[in-house]
Each structure stands twice: as C-alpha cells, then as structure tokens.
C-alpha cells in the first residue's frame, strides 16, 4: 500500500530571521516525512509565520488564512511568528485558525500538533515571553546563493518604539562553536554568502543573562570556514560597531564590506525620546572610521520618520545629516503607533499626511545617495555572485560592496562568483558589468580598498575589445 504523504505550504512575512526561522521549521516537517509544497499546492497544512513589525499585522494575517482556506477548505491553519506571541488569543479568534504557536513553541509545532487534526475551537501554545530564554538554531537554504544564518534572538535594549522585546524576548545566542559546524554544513549544500542575523546581532554571546562570547571572536571564527566566499552582517547597533570589528572586516578574507547600521534620527532630541544608545556624533565617527579603512565600503541606514515630538526642524536635521554623511542608502519607516510601547504615550503625534511627506523626501535621498555611491564605483573591478534571479533576458547579482548588478542571462553564471567591471548604471538602476579574463587574480575581494585598488591599478585593466571570452 502506498503511503500518502501529507502536503505542508508556508508564508512568511516580515525580516531575514522569520525566513530562516520558517527554513529550519520547514526542513522539521520534511524530516518527519511531510512533503513541502507551494501555498498554492493544495497543502494538507498551512504554516503561517508573522511579523509585529509589519504595518496592518492583524489584516495581514486575516487576509492570507482566508486566501489559504479558500484554496485548501479542511486544511490545517497554524499561525507562529512575533505576532503570534503578542497576539494570540487575538489570533486565535480569527475564523480558519486551527492553532496558534508562541515563540518558544513553534520550533516544537510538528510534536505538538502531532497528526494536525483540526480542533473545535483553535488551539493556543504560548508562554509567557519572559520566560522564554532557549536559543533555537536556524538558517535558510531556499535558493544555493544566500543563506540567512541566526546568530542570536531577543533584545535587552528598550528603545521606546519597539514591540520586538515583547515578541522576542532577552538577548540570547548560538555559540561560537556551533555556528562554525553550521557555517561548515551550509558550505558543504554549495552556498556561496552567509548573511549573519540577528536581533540584536552586534550583542552577540549572551546566554542566561551571562557573556560568555564577544561578536569579535565570532566573525575572526567563521572567517576561517572554508567553502563559504563571502559573509555579510546583517545590521550592527552604531554603539556596538567597534573599531576592532571595522578593522577586522577591512583585512579578513571573507567578510565583505558591507554595513548596515541603524541610525533612526538625525536629531540628538529625537534620538534620547527613542532611547536610542547613542547620539550622532558616535554615529558619524563609526561612519568615519568605516571609510577610512575601506573606502568603498557600502553603508546602509535605517531611519524611522514622524516619531513624536519630531518637528519640522528635527526632520530638517536629520534630512541634513544623512545628506553630509558618506552614506549609500536608506531603509525609510514611516513611525506608526504600537500597542505597549512607551512612544504610543508620547505627546505631540505628527500627523500622518506629514509623515507621508517626509517619508517621500527620505526615499527620494536614498535613490540619490545610492546613485553618487554606484557612480563613485564604475569603472572598477568587483567579485560579483549571481543569483536566480531573472528579468527581462538580465540576470542579478550583487558585488561584495551590496552594488546591484545586471548582466545578460546565462544559467551557468548563477551561483557563480565572477570578476567584473561596473559599466554604466541602467533606466532600473543596475549597474551593467563586463567580465574581466579570468587570470586567477580577478575574483578578488570587493573592498576596493586601497589595498585592493593597488592591485586593480597593478594589474592592467584590459581594453574592452580585449577583455574576456564572454561578455555578460
Ligand atoms: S535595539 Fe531597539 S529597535 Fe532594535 S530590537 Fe532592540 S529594542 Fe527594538
């Protein structure tokens, strides 16, 4: 008789560590003998996995269990994820929800729905979030380019806007050794980059309340796996971006050059109602620091616009002090009210028209700031991994440096690292590339430091009718 083999599907929303989170659960499911399908496969189950962070959460979520059960009527609906830990007699509420998983129960859904039955009335596991303090690996591994790998979870930080602590909870990590045996398995699938995630990633080495590692000696660890090519942090804390780490990125093999760090404001005033660690002149000196050991160092920021209390004046600070600094791009939020945060207390709320507004003004920064940074780099050679990534007959890939790239499609490139020269920036915004020949010394570092751009300028850069066997 042949076995049945019950069909799972999952959809997640929100950051980097929800996809690995979902990958790892995913890779639980088909240890047990599930077999992982598109949301529109007709699953025997649906894994849901939120996010706090995401605007209309509640929406959101109702709108994808109503898409899931339209597909699949008597499948199993379970929802996991931030939002099901802030959440969850809400959730459970929600018509077509057959459980509901916190954040410490959701790494255990398949024994604890073991069968996935479907119940009268949902099901809710979730534990006080104060009282979840396990650190539960994961990575992803959707496509072989890029793998997501979770270093740590929670945050003791309480700046005043932020719903992640409650959905999270304390800071806890991996430890040293075990990340390298896990960069030493992602290696060996054929994954080129490792993308280091986390929370709160910069506070790397808490277990139980106690250091007992440093984010230094982690990166100086990985460093030395083989196979992996490239390592990129995700987002580092400004107060926690050390020059010990700047100076170890600007010399080490495979940690590519490449930051984002958080700023939020512009504006000292602003920044203190944030409770935010720092002020701006730490966040200029980290910015400093970056570009004088490497140059052509990508440098990315997240801002949030319309906190309360931000004035038009404090909004003109902060569009001033991310216009002067040598930056590359922006991720804009658009500051929204949060249940059980301190900011929602807060007086003085900016209108939303005005937010909107200034949102525009950020974004329309952004595309200019990330211009000057692409145009700054052509003309210049750069390692670039390509990935399945295809439109219009282009290909993508990225530099080491977070430089977008499109060049012709050929299957072969995908996965591939090539040495290329940035050409020109495209009507979307790429940047198109030429292969250089490949005489062992091209798939360099991306750096272009000064030490890498001596090399450049050592080794002749071939004329275009020279250059490669192939161009892309
Ligand atoms: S550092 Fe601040 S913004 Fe980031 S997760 Fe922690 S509390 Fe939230």
């Given at each position: 008789m042949?076995?049945?083999?019950?069909?799972?599907?999952?959809y997640?929303?929100?950051?980097?560590?929800?996809?690995?989170?979902?990958?790892?659960?995913?890779?639980?499911?088909?240890?047990?003998?599930?077999?992982?399908?598109?949301?529109?496969?007709?699953?025997?189950?649906f894994?849901?996995?939120?996010?706090?962070?995401?605007?209309?959460?509640?929406?959101?979520?109702?709108?994808?269990?109503r898409?899931?059960?339209?597909?699949?009527?008597?499948?199993?609906?379970?929802?996991?994820?931030?939002?099901?830990?802030?959440?969850?007699?809400?959730?459970?509420?929600?018509?077509?929800?057959d459980?509901v998983?916190?954040?410490?129960?959701?790494?255990?859904?398949?024994?604890?729905?073991?069968?996935?039955?479907?119940?009268?009335?949902?099901?809710?596991?979730?534990?006080?979030?104060?009282?979840?303090?396990?650190?539960?690996?994961?990575?992803?591994?959707?496509?072989?380019?890029?793998?997501?790998?979770?270093?740590?979870?929670?945050?003791?930080?309480?700046?005043?806007?932020?719903?992640?602590?409650?959905?999270?909870?304390?800071?806890?990590?991996?430890?040293?050794?075990?990340?390298?045996?896990?960069?030493?398995?992602?290696?060996?699938?054929?994954?080129?980059?490792?993308?280091?995630?986390?929370?709160?990633?910069?506070?790397?080495?808490?277990r139980?309340?106690?250091?007992?590692?440093?984010?230094i000696?982690?990166?100086?660890?990985?460093?030395?796996?083989?196979?992996?090519?490239?390592f990129?942090?995700?987002?580092?804390?400004?107060?926690?971006?050390?020059?010990?780490?700047?100076?170890?990125?600007?010399?080490?093999?495979?940690?590519?050059?490449?930051?984002?760090?958080?700023?939020?404001?512009?504006?000292?005033?602003?920044?203190?109602?944030?409770?935010?660690?720092?002020?701006?002149?730490?966040?200029?000196?980290?910015?400093?620091?970056?570009?004088?050991?490497?140059?052509?160092?990508c440098?990315?920021?997240?801002?949030?616009?319309?906190?309360?209390?931000?004035?038009?004046?404090?909004?003109?600070?902060?569009?001033?002090?991310?216009?002067?600094?040598?930056?590359?791009?922006?991720?804009?939020?658009?500051?929204?009210?949060?249940?059980?945060?301190?900011?929602?207390?807060?007086?003085?709320?900016?209108?939303?028209?005005?937010?909107?507004?200034?949102?525009?003004?950020?974004?329309?920064?952004?595309?200019?700031?990330?211009?000057?940074?692409?145009?700054?780099?052509?003309?210049?050679?750069?390692?670039?991994?390509?990935?399945?990534?295809v439109?219009?007959?282009?290909?993508?890939?990225?530099?080491?440096?977070?430089?977008?790239?499109?060049?012709?499609?050929?299957?072969?490139?995908?996965?591939?690292?090539?040495?290329?020269?940035?050409?020109?920036?495209?009507?979307?915004?790429?940047?198109?590339?030429?292969?250089?020949?490949?005489?062992?010394?091209?798939i360099?570092?991306?750096?272009?430091?000064?030490?890498?751009?001596?090399?450049?300028?050592?080794?002749?850069?071939?004329?275009?009718?020279?250059?490669?066997?192939?161009?892309?």
């Amino acid at each position: 008789m042949q076995l049945v083999m019950k069909k799972v599907a999952f959809y997640t929303l929100g950051c980097k560590l929800n996809y690995s989170e979902t990958s790892t659960i995913s890779r639980k499911f088909e240890e047990k003998g599930y077999l992982k399908v598109d949301f529109t496969d007709q699953p025997d189950i649906f894994i849901i996995n939120t996010c706090s962070v995401t605007e209309n959460a509640d929406k959101k979520c109702r709108k994808i269990v109503r898409e899931a059960r339209s597909i699949s009527p008597n499948a199993y609906v379970a929802i996991i994820g931030c939002y099901a830990q802030l959440k969850p007699q809400e959730i459970s509420e929600i018509p077509g929800v057959d459980a509901v998983l916190g954040a410490a129960e959701k790494f255990r859904l398949v024994e604890l729905l073991d069968g996935f039955v479907r119940p009268e009335t949902a099901t809710v596991f979730a534990s006080d979030i104060n009282e979840v303090d396990t650190f539960n690996t994961s990575y992803s591994l959707h496509d072989r380019t890029r793998t997501f790998l979770k270093v740590q979870d929670g945050c003791d930080y309480t700046c005043s806007f932020c719903t992640i602590p409650l959905a999270r909870g304390s800071s806890r990590s991996d430890s040293i050794i075990n990340l390298v045996n896990h960069a030493k398995e992602i290696a060996a699938t054929g994954v080129k980059e490792i993308v280091l995630t986390g929370v709160n990633t910069g506070d790397f080495g808490l277990r139980n309340g106690v250091r007992e590692e440093r984010f230094i000696d982690l990166i100086k660890a990985l460093d030395g796996v083989e196979g992996i090519e490239r390592f990129r942090i995700s987002s580092l804390e400004p107060n926690l971006l050390t020059d010990e780490i700047i100076e170890f990125v600007g010399q080490s093999k495979r940690f590519v050059p490449h930051f984002h760090i958080p700023l939020q404001s512009g504006s000292n005033a602003i920044l203190k109602l944030m409770k935010r660690r720092y002020q701006r002149d730490l966040y200029v000196s980290r910015v400093d620091k970056i570009k004088s050991v490497m140059p052509a160092c990508c440098i990315g920021v997240d801002v949030i616009v319309g906190f309360p209390g931000e004035t038009r004046e404090h909004f003109l600070e902060t569009y001033q002090f991310l216009n002067e600094l040598d930056i590359s791009y922006l991720h804009v939020f658009t500051y929204s009210e949060r249940e059980n945060t301190l900011a929602a207390t807060l007086p003085n709320a900016v209108p939303m028209r005005e937010r909107n507004e200034r949102s525009k003004m950020l974004h329309i920064l952004s595309d200019k700031k990330r211009r000057a940074f692409y145009e700054k780099n052509l003309g210049k050679s750069f390692s670039v991994l390509f990935e399945n990534d295809v439109e219009d007959g282009l290909m993508h890939g990225f530099t080491g440096n977070y430089i977008r790239v499109a060049a012709k499609y050929d299957p072969l490139l995908i996965n591939e690292l090539k040495a290329a020269t940035l050409l020109a920036i495209n009507q979307k915004g790429h940047v198109e590339v030429e292969e250089l020949v490949d005489n062992g010394q091209l798939i360099m570092d991306n750096r272009a430091s000064l030490k890498t751009l001596a090399l450049i300028t050592s080794t002749p850069v071939p004329s275009p009718k020279e250059k490669g066997k192939r161009s892309f």
